[in-house]
């Protein structure tokens, strides 16, 4: 029983991992990287990781933290402030 609830703390203390370096095939080492935001979901965020070196993609990574979509789809419903650009402010 020991060894179990052990296991279960170490996962929850690995949810979420950033990759620092990966190994890049045409620099034939591992290299720092750079991650890139590719997609918003509503299940969560698709990255792209490239060599910092090259800008080879060497890997990608999906969450399943939704509250960056939830954030857009909720600043995406507001009504813009009364008197800011568009057709009404136009003389």
């Keep these: 029983m020991l060894g179990r609830r052990y296991t279960t703390r170490m996962a929850d ?20 990287v750079r991650k890139k935001l590719l997609l918003v979901l509503s299940t969560g965020s698709k990255y792209d990781y490239t060599c910092a ?3 080879t993609q060497v890997g990608a990574k999906t969450d399943s ?27």
């Excluded at 979420?16 to 080492?29: D, H, N, Q, V, Y």
């Design 65 to 91: 933290d939704s509250r960056e979509f939830h954030q857009i789809a909720t600043a995406a419903r507001r009504p813009p402030p009364p008197g800011r650009g568009g057709a009404s402010s136009a003389r």
């Design 53 to 55: 070196v090259c800008g």
């Design 13 to 32: 203390s690995f949810q979420e991992l950033e990759a620092s370096s990966l190994f890049c095939a045409t620099c034939k080492r591992a290299n720092p």
